[in-house]
């Protein structure tokens, strides 16, 4: 009636109109009382609703961490896309409490997605820590005569080895004769023509011409040599062709990334059936390095229990290349190789190391085989468990260790000890790699 006073003794419209009127008044009398009581309850706390997620922190590395702002003095960025999507993550990263690693470290564990939803296991790595970075920066510059920090893109790129390269359709010995790197020791046009071809870091690989090279490829190529090969063997001999090296999924400034393994040296305490497995495979897989259909004699010049790792499956790679040194069977060592003076400059002491590895021409066919029994396969093989066995496998390892015998002694050495060994794997899943297939096959 307070809202229709007056109404009733109106026409009959008029009271057609006080019901609407009526009815608009209780419906926002209603609406009032809910927005009241929804207010009340939202104010009341909740026992049984669940809290609100956290809010996931949003990361910046910066172009530090990465080493981006040091390029093109630095690996490249095929997987910088990777790094921001979030498709390559540190371990912590899928712990409750994200955070960056720390910098002084010089590898990090990782994983890896190319669907964001299966993740494999990966090792971001840096060619040099982050400490002996800096010292080579500073190197750089005062080779230039200039305070640090300086321009180092600059002060490489007027150099003379760069800018020989710079103008050429081709990577020749001479513009990485005097580094440091074993792998360049003594290169074929063979060997630098297949870097070439397999460089990934840049598009439209493939071809030993440069033409599809930019200046700053060409600085990012030199530049990796020059401070670590690891990045440039596992792309050229890919573990996709059967070459022992873990796969390389690509770069970020001065971080690479590839497929992780667990060192051997974890294995000193495992089982003799284990240990004899990774024996077995360090040998053949040594061998093949040694004699392979493509002429390429790989050797170790120098060897560690960190140096080898296993895959998931039980399978063993040569996880760090860097200390590899490659001879081309096929075009030989060049005549006067022995006469030539090493080239130096900034860039022959990059990797904090001015020391050369020995000529190749030096390089004994079973210098390998003599590294790995000498100074990994003693550790890994005993005990033996077996005094009988343990004798035998001794023998055979003393022989191989012995760098003063000719290379046919240790060579046989390693063939009796890899017959020793054979038998003595063990056949089951744990060994996935050759797992069904050794329990059907004499081969294994």
């Given at each position: 009636m307070l809202l229709c006073g007056g109404c009733v003794s109106g026409a009959m419209h008029l009271t057609v109109v006080c019901e609407v009127k009526r009815l608009c008044g209780a419906m926002w009398l209603l609406w009032v009382l809910g927005m009241f009581s929804w207010s009340s309850l939202a104010a009341t706390p909740s026992h049984t609703t669940a809290p609100p997620a956290q809010k996931r922190q949003q990361y910046s590395f910066g172009r530090s961490f990465l080493g981006l702002d040091k390029c093109n003095a630095c690996i490249g960025t095929s997987s910088c896309k990777k790094f921001f999507k979030e498709e390559i993550r540190f371990e912590r990263w899928l712990s409750p409490r994200l955070q960056l690693p720390p910098t002084f470290k010089k590898s990090y564990p990782g994983n890896y997605t190319d669907d964001s939803e299966s993740w494999r296991p990966v090792i971001i790595s840096r060619l040099l820590s982050h400490h002996k970075h800096e010292v080579s920066d500073k190197r750089i510059c005062s080779s230039a005569t200039q305070r640090h920090?300086?321009?180092?893109?600059?002060?490489?790129?007027?150099?003379?080895?760069?800018?020989?390269?710079?103008?050429?359709?081709?990577?020749?010995?001479?513009?990485?004769?005097?580094?440091?790197?074993?792998?360049?020791?003594?290169?074929?046009?063979?060997?630098?023509?297949?870097?070439?071809?397999?460089?990934?870091?840049?598009?439209?690989?493939?071809?030993?011409?440069?033409?599809?090279?930019?200046?700053?490829?060409?600085?990012?190529?030199?530049?990796?040599?020059?401070?670590?090969?690891?990045?440039?063997?596992?792309?050229?001999?890919?573990?996709?062709?059967?070459?022992?090296?873990?796969?390389?999924?690509?770069?970020?400034?001065?971080?690479?990334?590839?497929?992780?393994?667990?060192?051997?040296k974890e294995f000193y305490g495992s089982s003799l059936e284990t240990r004899a497995d990774i024996a077995f495979q360090l040998l053949q897989i040594t061998q093949s390095l040694r004699t392979n259909s493509l002429h390429f004699f790989l050797y170790y010049t120098t060897v560690s229990g960190s140096m080898f790792g296993t895959f998931e499956d039980g399978r063993l790679f040569v996880t760090d290349a860097s200390t590899i040194g490659v001879i081309d069977k096929q075009e030989g060592i060049p005549a006067d190789d022995k006469q030539?003076?090493?080239?130096?400059?900034?860039?022959?002491?990059?990797?904090?190391?001015?020391?050369?590895?020995?000529?190749?021409?030096?390089?004994?066919?079973?210098?390998?085989?003599?590294?790995?029994?000498?100074?990994?396969?003693?550790?890994?093989?005993?005990?033996?468990?077996?005094?009988?066995?343990?004798?035998?496998?001794?023998?055979?390892?003393?022989?191989?260790?012995?760098?003063?015998?000719?290379?046919?002694?240790?060579?046989?050495?390693?063939?009796?000890?890899?017959?020793?060994?054979?038998?003595?794997?063990?056949?089951?899943?744990?060994?996935?790699?050759?797992?069904?297939?050794?329990?059907?096959?004499?081969?294994?």
């Open positions: 920090p300086c321009s180092i893109e600059g002060v490489l790129r007027k150099t003379e080895r760069f800018q020989s390269l710079a103008h050429s359709s081709l990577l020749t010995p001479p513009m990485v004769q005097g580094l440091s790197s074993p792998l360049l020791r003594c290169p074929s046009q063979r060997l630098l023509d297949r870097i070439v071809r397999r460089y990934a870091e840049v598009t439209d690989a493939g071809s030993v011409q440069m033409k599809h090279f930019a200046e700053r490829d060409k600085l990012r190529l030199l530049y990796t040599l020059s401070v670590n090969q690891q990045p440039i063997m596992l792309q050229i001999f890919p573990g996709a062709e059967g070459w022992p090296f873990p796969k390389y999924y690509g770069s970020c400034g001065r971080l690479m990334v590839s497929a992780s393994t667990k060192p051997i030539k003076p090493d080239l130096t400059d900034v860039f022959s002491c990059l990797s904090l190391s001015c020391r050369r590895p020995p000529p190749c021409w030096t390089v004994r066919e079973s210098q390998s085989l003599n590294l790995i029994c000498r100074d990994i396969l003693p550790q890994l093989l005993m005990p033996a468990r077996d005094e009988a066995v343990e004798k035998a496998i001794g023998r055979q390892l003393q022989v191989c260790g012995d760098g003063m015998l000719p290379d046919n002694r240790i060579i046989d050495a390693a063939n009796a000890l890899m017959s020793l060994l054979k038998p003595m794997r063990p056949c089951n899943q744990h060994f996935n790699y050759r797992y069904p297939e050794c329990r059907y096959s004499q081969e294994f």
